[in-house]
């Protein structure tokens, strides 16, 4: 399957800025990419990286720096089935994702927590992304439009995508690539405060 994996390469991760430095958001976001692109990959799945400007990879990359959903939207004109994978979801693995993949339906649709989407599967050509709001909702209604039927994936995995600190701590607990070992060479580790799981940072590493 054709998978597309969007990838701001410009200022990534500004969420994360009271936590990393412009040059540590920058490889972050990298590593992730490359965590993601190995799961796409690994799952049997041919990823292509949609970026807001160029970047070094061993797979096809188109450079777009318009808005998300225009991008997107023109890119599933190309093909149909086509998956669009966030390239955020550290924790993904190459078996998540050939549950996606192999998930019957016009539309699947992988929520993100706070009512966003952080992959899909398009087998419809009628259907067309809109990832402004709570999208999750948005592409629902988007689905019944054109009568496309729709199945929700239900995954962990691939409802965390690290945007914030607090998901540093899902990462270290659960992460199996590249990503993880990045935040434990940054010197990140994990903490509890009053019951929850935090992170914290030995900055002598």
């Known amino acids: 399957m054709d998978v597309l994996v969007p990838f701001s390469a410009t200022r990534p991760k500004t969420r994360l800025s009271d936590t990393l430095t412009p040059d ?3 490889a972050f976001a990298r590593t992730m990419l490359d965590d993601v692109l190995a799961a796409v990959a690994n799952a049997g799945g041919s990823p292509h990286v949609l970026a807001t400007e160029d970047v070094t990879v061993d797979v096809p990359v188109t450079v777009d720096d ?6 997107v939207n023109d890119a599933l004109e190309e093909a149909h089935p086509i ?5 955020d979801l550290a924790l993904a693995t190459p078996q998540t994702l050939s549950s996606l993949f192999a ?3 016009d539309v699947v649709i992988a929520p993100g927590r706070g009512g966003g989407t952080n992959a899909l599967v398009v087998r419809d050509p ?4 809109d990832y402004h709001g709570a999208s999750y909702r948005d592409h629902l209604d988007r689905a019944a439009a054109v ?9 962990h995995r691939l409802a965390t ?10 990462l270290l607990l659960h992460g199996e690539g590249a990503a993880r070992d990045w935040l434990v060479d ?11 799981v935090g992170v914290e940072r030995d900055r002598r590493r």
């Open 24 to 26: 540590e958001r920058r």
């Open 66 to 71: 318009r808005a998300l959903t225009t991008a």
């Open 83 to 87: 998956a669009v994978v966030m390239s």
């Open 103 to 105: 998930t019957d339906g």
């Open 126 to 129: 009628e259907f067309h992304v």
């Open 147 to 155: 009568d496309a039927t729709v199945r929700e994936f239900d995954s």
């Open 161 to 170: 995508d690290v945007d914030e600190r607090s998901d540093l701590a899902e």
């Open 186 to 196: 940054a010197g990140f580790e994990l903490a509890v405060d009053e019951g929850r």
